[in-house]
């Protein structure tokens, strides 16, 4: 039970993490998972995907597909409402580790 709660909780940290780089340059799934696994999120491709599926309904994701090595790849970059969602973001989660910390 503790895991779902904390699983809840992150998402949200997750999420931020994905606009932050998405704004910085555009990013795939599995560079991604990489990426969140250094940070100690261990989450896998099948958690991934529809949360950057659901960024992009939301319009805070903008998807492109290349052509890398003979296979497509989506890439993703942060909208300008993901960048505006990120700022309100950061400024939140100054606030709250000021607090906390």
């Not at 999420?15 to 910085?24: D, R, T």
């Not at 052509?67 to 709250?96: D, F, M, Q």
């Amino acid at each position: 039970m503790e895991n779902k709660i904390l699983r809840k909780l992150f998402l949200g940290f997750i999420q931020i993490h994905i606009l932050h780089h998405a704004e910085e340059h555009p990013i795939f799934g599995v560079w991604m998972l990489e990426e969140l696994r250094e940070h100690g999120y261990e989450i896998s491709a099948g958690t991934l995907y529809p949360i950057l599926h659901n960024m992009e309904g939301d319009g805070l994701l903008l998807k492109e597909e290349k052509k890398v090595e003979g296979k497509i790849r989506k890439y993703y970059t942060a909208t300008p409402k993901g960048s505006e969602v990120l700022k309100e973001a950061r400024a939140k989660a100054y606030e709250l580790f000021k607090e906390i910390k």
